[in-house]
């Protein structure tokens, strides 16, 4: 089968998308300090959509108009107007693939929590470690 690619289909990404959300609900479930994450996907479902619209809007030999976005999301064209301009600025920021690195999540983990005033009972090793790499700074 050299050669051969076999296309996701768009539902099927979304499917899998919407299984790691779930279950991503569950394992904060046993890490309760997993919630410090939320922010972060919260921004990233956000920064998606702005995405979405942006490129829905502009890519492509015939891109989808304002109001036909506003239908398909259920919202007003001047919500879509909004987001559009704000995918721009996602697209501009995400330019050049930017990479979500490891290290960088757990130091935003190690913050929030600190800055909550939480004490992280369930992380791993390398999570703990970057919260005592924080206080140490902060100390330091």
Known sequence: MAGKHRITETSEFTAAVVRML???GRRAQSDPAALAHLRTIETAVR????????GA??????PYSLAEIA??????REAIFKRKKLGRLVAERLAG?????IAD????RAETLIAAG????TGSPAELRAITSLRQA???
Do not use: M, W
């Open 138 to 140: 902060a100390n330091g």
């Open 47 to 54: 920064d998606a959509t702005n995405l979405a619209v942006f």
């Open 57 to 62: 809007n502009t890519a492509g030999q015939a």
């Open 118 to 121: 939480v004490d992280d009972q």
């Open 22 to 24: 779930y279950a991503y």
């Open 105 to 108: 999540v757990r130091a935003a």
């Open 71 to 76: 239908a398909v999301l259920g919202v007003t």
């Open 97 to 101: 693939d930017k990479i979500i690195r």
